[in-house]
Protein backbone atom coordinates (compact mmCIF):
# COMPACT_ATOMS: atom_id res chain seq x y z
CA UNK A 1 0.00 0.00 0.00
CA UNK A 2 2.84 2.92 0.78
CA UNK A 3 4.68 1.71 -2.32
CA UNK A 4 1.54 2.55 -4.40
CA UNK A 5 1.21 5.47 -2.49
CA UNK A 6 5.12 6.74 -3.21
CA UNK A 7 4.49 5.31 -7.36
CA UNK A 8 1.52 7.81 -7.00
CA UNK A 9 3.18 10.89 -6.59
CA UNK A 10 5.56 10.22 -8.60
CA UNK A 11 6.52 12.23 -11.91
CA UNK A 12 7.56 11.07 -14.80
CA UNK A 13 10.26 12.94 -16.47
CA UNK A 14 10.76 13.18 -20.30
CA UNK A 15 13.70 10.72 -19.88
CA UNK A 16 11.56 8.00 -18.56
CA UNK A 17 12.97 8.66 -14.89
CA UNK A 18 10.53 9.29 -12.49
CA UNK A 19 10.86 11.97 -10.05
CA UNK A 20 9.85 14.28 -7.51
CA UNK A 21 10.17 18.48 -6.83
CA UNK A 22 10.05 18.24 -2.78
CA UNK A 23 9.82 22.11 -0.64
CA UNK A 24 11.52 20.86 2.49
CA UNK A 25 11.32 22.92 5.63
CA UNK A 26 11.78 22.22 9.18
CA UNK A 27 9.89 21.46 11.93
CA UNK A 28 11.91 21.50 15.55
CA UNK A 29 14.41 19.00 14.75
CA UNK A 30 13.34 17.10 11.87
CA UNK A 31 12.73 17.99 8.31
CA UNK A 32 9.58 17.18 6.13
CA UNK A 33 8.79 17.49 2.69
CA UNK A 34 5.94 18.39 0.49
CA UNK A 35 5.17 18.44 -3.57
CA UNK A 36 6.26 21.83 -4.58
CA UNK A 37 3.39 21.67 -7.36
CA UNK A 38 0.76 22.12 -4.02
CA UNK A 39 2.67 25.15 -2.80
CA UNK A 40 1.32 28.73 -4.24
CA UNK A 41 3.54 30.91 -2.23
CA UNK A 42 6.02 31.57 0.47
CA UNK A 43 5.33 34.24 3.54
CA UNK A 44 7.09 35.48 6.31
CA UNK A 45 4.88 34.57 9.32
CA UNK A 46 2.06 37.55 10.24
CA UNK A 47 -0.30 37.46 13.38
CA UNK A 48 -3.55 36.21 12.68
CA UNK A 49 -7.40 36.71 13.11
CA UNK A 50 -8.14 33.92 15.45
CA UNK A 51 -11.50 32.18 15.28
CA UNK A 52 -13.47 31.08 18.76
CA UNK A 53 -14.09 27.17 18.96
CA UNK A 54 -11.42 26.52 16.42
CA UNK A 55 -9.43 23.57 17.34
CA UNK A 56 -6.00 24.45 18.64
CA UNK A 57 -3.96 23.42 15.48
CA UNK A 58 -5.69 26.18 13.77
CA UNK A 59 -4.37 29.31 14.79
CA UNK A 60 -6.72 31.83 12.84
CA UNK A 61 -7.19 33.10 9.57
CA UNK A 62 -5.49 36.25 7.59
CA UNK A 63 -6.66 37.91 4.54
CA UNK A 64 -4.33 37.43 1.48
CA UNK A 65 -4.70 39.70 -0.89
CA UNK A 66 -8.66 39.61 -0.85
CA UNK A 67 -8.58 36.22 -0.07
CA UNK A 68 -9.48 34.79 3.72
CA UNK A 69 -6.99 31.82 4.09
CA UNK A 70 -6.95 29.49 7.60
CA UNK A 71 -3.57 28.91 8.76
CA UNK A 72 -2.42 25.68 10.52
CA UNK A 73 0.54 25.44 12.91
CA UNK A 74 2.04 22.25 11.84
CA UNK A 75 4.14 22.38 15.20
CA UNK A 76 0.80 22.20 17.00
CA UNK A 77 -0.70 19.54 14.62
CA UNK A 78 1.96 16.99 14.87
CA UNK A 79 2.51 17.82 18.60
CA UNK A 80 5.91 18.46 18.18
CA UNK A 81 6.53 20.91 21.48
CA UNK A 82 5.21 24.24 21.85
CA UNK A 83 5.89 26.59 18.87
CA UNK A 84 7.82 29.76 18.91
CA UNK A 85 7.69 32.58 15.81
CA UNK A 86 10.90 34.13 14.95
CA UNK A 87 12.32 35.68 12.21
CA UNK A 88 12.78 32.01 10.42
CA UNK A 89 9.43 31.24 10.95
CA UNK A 90 7.35 30.96 7.60
CA UNK A 91 3.77 30.50 6.39
CA UNK A 92 4.01 28.31 3.35
CA UNK A 93 0.60 29.11 1.24
CA UNK A 94 -0.88 25.90 -0.32
CA UNK A 95 -3.39 24.94 -2.99
CA UNK A 96 -5.49 22.04 -1.81
CA UNK A 97 -8.66 20.93 -3.97
CA UNK A 98 -9.12 23.89 -5.19
CA UNK A 99 -8.86 26.02 -1.00
CA UNK A 100 -6.11 28.05 -0.14
CA UNK A 101 -4.68 26.84 3.25
CA UNK A 102 -1.46 28.29 5.13
CA UNK A 103 0.62 25.59 7.08
CA UNK A 104 3.40 27.29 9.76
CA UNK A 105 6.29 25.78 9.88
CA UNK A 106 9.76 26.72 11.64
CA UNK A 107 12.01 27.55 8.45
CA UNK A 108 12.04 25.95 4.56
CA UNK A 109 15.18 24.79 3.60
CA UNK A 110 14.97 23.97 -0.25
CA UNK A 111 13.70 22.73 -3.30
CA UNK A 112 15.09 19.23 -3.97
CA UNK A 113 14.74 16.54 -6.70
CA UNK A 114 13.79 13.10 -5.22
CA UNK A 115 14.02 10.16 -7.74
CA UNK A 116 12.37 7.47 -7.00
CA UNK A 117 15.16 5.23 -5.62
CA UNK A 118 15.66 7.83 -3.05
CA UNK A 119 11.94 7.38 -1.74
CA UNK A 120 11.10 4.89 0.71
CA UNK A 121 7.93 3.63 1.90
CA UNK A 122 7.36 4.80 5.62
CA UNK A 123 7.77 2.45 8.10
CA UNK A 124 4.40 0.31 9.30
CA UNK A 125 4.05 1.84 12.79
CA UNK A 126 0.52 -0.75 13.25
CA UNK A 127 -2.42 1.51 14.91
CA UNK A 128 -0.21 3.35 17.52
CA UNK A 129 0.68 5.57 14.91
CA UNK A 130 -1.28 7.17 12.02
CA UNK A 131 0.86 7.17 9.03
CA UNK A 132 -1.64 7.45 6.12
CA UNK A 133 -0.17 11.01 5.51
CA UNK A 134 2.81 10.53 4.85
CA UNK A 135 4.27 9.30 1.36
CA UNK A 136 7.79 7.83 2.48
CA UNK A 137 11.12 8.91 3.82
CA UNK A 138 13.37 10.48 1.29
CA UNK A 139 17.12 10.56 1.34
CA UNK A 140 19.66 12.85 -0.25
CA UNK A 141 23.32 12.35 0.98
CA UNK A 142 22.95 12.12 4.98
CA UNK A 143 19.57 13.73 4.95
CA UNK A 144 16.37 12.34 5.42
CA UNK A 145 13.31 13.91 4.87
CA UNK A 146 9.98 12.97 6.14
CA UNK A 147 7.35 13.48 3.30
CA UNK A 148 4.09 14.38 3.62
CA UNK A 149 0.96 13.95 1.52
CA UNK A 150 -0.30 17.34 1.90
CA UNK A 151 -4.03 16.50 0.22
CA UNK A 152 -4.48 13.45 2.91
CA UNK A 153 -3.32 15.49 5.69
CA UNK A 154 -5.17 18.59 5.08
CA UNK A 155 -8.41 16.14 4.00
CA UNK A 156 -11.93 15.25 4.72
CA UNK A 157 -13.50 16.61 7.87
CA UNK A 158 -10.27 19.23 8.37
CA UNK A 159 -10.84 20.57 5.11
CA UNK A 160 -14.66 20.91 5.46
CA UNK A 161 -13.93 22.74 8.83
CA UNK A 162 -11.51 24.98 7.06
CA UNK A 163 -13.93 25.78 4.59
CA UNK A 164 -16.46 26.76 7.56
CA UNK A 165 -13.68 29.05 8.99
CA UNK A 166 -12.55 30.48 5.09
CA UNK A 167 -16.52 31.29 4.78
Known amino acids: MADIAVRRHMETTTSGDTSMEILSFKL ?3 EYGL ?15 RIANAPDYIMGVVNLRGIIVPIVDMRVRFNIGTPS ?31 SEQIK ?7 ALNTDYLIGL ?3 DDR ?24
Open 35 to 49: NILKVQEIRGYESVT
Open 85 to 115: YDDFTVVIILNIAGRVIGMVVDSVSDVVTLA
Open 144 to 167: MLILVDIDRLMSGAEIGLLQKLAA
Open 28 to 30: GQE
Open 138 to 140: GTI
Open 121 to 127: PAPEMGT
